[in-house]
C-alpha cells in the first residue's frame, strides 16, 4: 500500500516522462531524495509485516503444543492405569545353592501344565546315586481328569519320549543284559540298533534312530569271541560318526588284546596299542574303560581322546566291608598289581576302619604263558583272612595256585577278587575244586550257566558306577569323586 509521498512521487515520475527532458543537479537530487523516502517507507512496512506474522506464527506454534502435550499426557496416563503391573521377574538359581532362611512365593501352575513339566523331566536321563522315584512310577499316576483310552495313550507318548533325549545309549551283542542294567539306571530306554550278521558272517549294523547332534554312548566289552566284538564296535562306531553324532564315547567294561602292552621278545606286536589306534581313527572322542591290565594304556590314545579307567575295586569293597575278616591281610598275585592291593588295602582301611590291614606278595616265576613254575611269598600271612586282589582271571591256574601256597603259609581263609572273569577253558572248574573261599567278579563280562552253578563264585554288577561316570560325564560333572 503506497503512502501520500508515494502517490506524489508516481504523479511528479509521469509529468517527468511527460514533458521534454531536461535533466540538472536539482532535478535529479530531488529525484534520489524522493526514491530514498518510497525504500525507506516500504522497508519499514515490510519490517512491521514480517514483525506480526511471526508473532501470530509463535503464537499459533505455542498453543499446539501445549494442546499436543496435554494430549499425550492425557493417553500415557490413561495406558500407565488401564496397563496391569507385572511382578518382578527373578534369575532362576540351582537349587542346592538356596539358603533354607529364603523363602520364596510359590508360583501357581496349571494342572495340565505341571503334568507336562513332570514328564520332560522324567525323560532326561537321572543321576544313579540320587534317591529319587524311578521314572517308571510316574506311569502309574495319571491326572483322575483323564479317561483309560487317554492314560493309555499318554503312557505311550511319554515312552516314546524317552527316545527323544540329547544322549542316546547302544550296545552291541558283547553284553547286552550290562547294557540293559546301565540305561535303567539311567532312566532312558537303550538306542534301538540292529547288530546282526549277513548270510557270510560279516557285521551288519544299523541305527533306527536319529542321532544327528546326539552324545552318543556305545557299551560293548570286546571279551570272546574277542575280534567280532572288536568289530561290531568299530562298525557301530563308524556308524554314528557317519550319522553326525555330536560325540562318541566307547564304554569298553574288559578291554581285549590288553596283556600285549609291550615287547617282551623281537618279532611280536604292541597289539593294546595297535586296537587304540583303530578305534582312534574311526573317531570316538572318548574312552571309559573298567581296570584297564596297566595303565599306560591310557597313553596309547591321543590327547583328543581322553581316558577314563575306572576301578572296579570300590564295588567290592562293601563287600568284603561287611564280612567278619580275621586278621585281614591283602595279596597281590604278582609284582605288577602290588599298586593295586595297595590301593584295595588304603580304601578298605579308610572306609571300614580296619587299621590292621596287612600286605603281601607272591612272586611267581614263568614257564611259558598261562603256566606258573614257581611261587614265593613275600609277607605273613599266619592265621589270617587273604583277599587275593588282580585285575582278571583267565585261566585261574595262578590263582588256585596262590591260593594253595597261601594255605600252606597258614592262612586262614582265602577269598579272591578280580574285576574281569574271563574262566577260560578249565578256569571255571578250578576254582570249583580250589581251596578258596569264595571268588568275587564284576559282570563285566557275560555270565553263563556253567558260573552261575558254581557255588565258589559271587558276581557283583559294576553297572551303577558306569552309569555314574556316563552322567556326569553327559553333565560336565567331575569323575573324581568315582575313583574313592
Known amino acids: 500500500m503506497f503512502t501520500q509521498s508515494s502517490r506524489t512521487v508516481a504523479r511528479k515520475l509521469r509529468a517527468f516522462h511527460s514533458k521534454p527532458l531536461l535533466v540538472t543537479r536539482t532535478s535529479l537530487r530531488g529525484l534520489a531524495s524522493?526514491?530514498?523516502?518510497?525504500?525507506e517507507a516500504?522497508?519499514?512496512s515490510s519490517r512491521q509485516q514480517h514483525q506480526q506474522n511471526q508473532q501470530r506464527y509463535n503464537t499459533w506454534f505455542a498453543a499446539a503444543a501445549s494442546m499436543t502435550l496435554a494430549a499425550t499426557m492425557g493417553t500415557a496416563v490413561t495406558l500407565c492405569e488401564q496397563q496391569p503391573k507385572h511382578k518382578k521377574r527373578t534369575m532362576l538359581r540351582d537349587p542346592q545353592f538356596l539358603s533354607t532362611n529364603e523363602e520364596e512365593a510359590p508360583s501357581e501352575t496349571?494342572?495340565?501344565?505341571?503334568?507336562?513339566?513332570?514328564?520332560q523331566q522324567a525323560i532326561h536321563a537321572t543321576s544313579p546315586s540320587d534317591p529319587a522315584v524311578s521314572p517308571k512310577a510316574n506311569l502309574n499316576v495319571?491326572?483322575?481328569?483323564?479317561?483309560?483310552?487317554?492314560?493309555r495313550i499318554e503312557k505311550a507318548a511319554w515312552k516314546a519320549k524317552q527316545h527323544s533325549g540329547a544322549l542316546k545309549i547302544f550296545s552291541g551283542n558283547g553284553n547286552m543284559a550290562l547294557a540293559l542294567e546301565i540305561a535303567r539306571d539311567l532312566g532312558i530306554n537303550l538306542g534301538k540298533a540292529t547288530v546282526g550278521r549277513f548270510a557270510d558272517g560279516e557285521v551288519n549294523v544299523v541305527i533306527h534312530e536319529n542321532v544327528r547332534g546326539k552324545d552318543c554312548y556305545v557299551i560293548q566289552p570286546t571279551c570272546p569271541p574277542v575280534n567280532d566284538n572288536i568289530m561290531e564296535l568299530l562298525l557301530m562306531v563308524s556308524t554314528l560318526s557317519r550319522a553326525s553324532a555330536r560325540r562318541i564315547t566307547v564304554v569298553i567294561p574288559y578291554y581285549g588284546y590288553a596283556r600285549q602292552d609291550r615287547k617282551m621278545q623281537a618279532r611280536v606286536p604292541i597289539s593294546a596299542a595297535d586296537v587304540a589306534r583303530l578305534m582312534e581313527a574311526m573317531g570316538i572322542d572318548r574312552v571309559i574303560a573298567v581296570d584297564l591290565h596297566c595303565g599306560q594304556i591310557q597313553g596309547f590314545f591321543g590327547p583328543r581322546v581322553p581316558v577314563d579307567n575306572l576301578d572296579g575295586g570300590v564295588v567290592a569293597l562293601d563287600y568284603f566291608g561287611g564280612k567278619?575278616?580275621?586278621?585281614?591281610?591283602i595279596v597281590s598275585p604278582d609284582a605288577g598289581g602290588v599298586y593295586r592291593a595297595k590301593k584295595f588295602k588304603e580304601r578298605l582301611a579308610q572306609k571300614y576302619d580296619m587299621k590292621d590291614i596287612g600286605l603281601a606278595m607272591i612272586i611267581?616265576?614263568?614257564?611259558?604263558?598261562?603256566?606258573?613254575?614257581?611261587?614265593?611269598l613275600v609277607g605273613d600271612v599266619q592265621d589270617c583272612d587273604c583277599i587275593v586282589v588282580d585285575d582278571m582271571i583267565d585261566t585261574a591256574g595262578t590263582l588256585c595256585k596262590a591260593a594253595e601256597v597261601l594255605v600252606d603259609k597258614g592262612a586262614r581263609r582265602v577269598f579272591a577278587f578280580a574285576s574281569h572273569g574271563l574262566l577260560s577253558g578249565p578256569g571255571n572248574d578250578r576254582i570249583a575244586n580250589s581251596k578258596m573261599e569264595e571268588v568275587v567278579i564284576l559282570n563285566t563280562i557275560p555270565t553263563s550257566p556253567q558260573r552261575e552253578a558254581n557255588e565258589k563264585l559271587t558276581e557283583l554288577s559294576v553297572a551303577r558306577l558306569l552309569a555314574q561316570a556316563i552322567f556326569n560325564i553327559h553333565a560336565k560333572k567331575s569323575i573324581s569323586a568315582l575313583f574313592k
Not at 324 to 329: C, K, M, Q, R, S
Not at 364 to 376: E, F, I, L, T
Open 324 to 329: 567278619d575278616l580275621h586278621n585281614p591281610v
Open 364 to 376: 611267581k616265576q614263568r614257564a611259558r604263558a598261562g603256566s606258573v613254575d614257581q611261587m614265593d
Open 142 to 151: 495319571s491326572p483322575p481328569t483323564l479317561t483309560q483310552d487317554e492314560a
Open 34 to 39: 524522493s526514491s530514498n523516502h518510497v525504500l
Open 42 to 44: 516500504t522497508a519499514s
Open 110 to 119: 496349571p494342572p495340565q501344565q505341571k503334568q507336562q513339566q513332570q514328564q
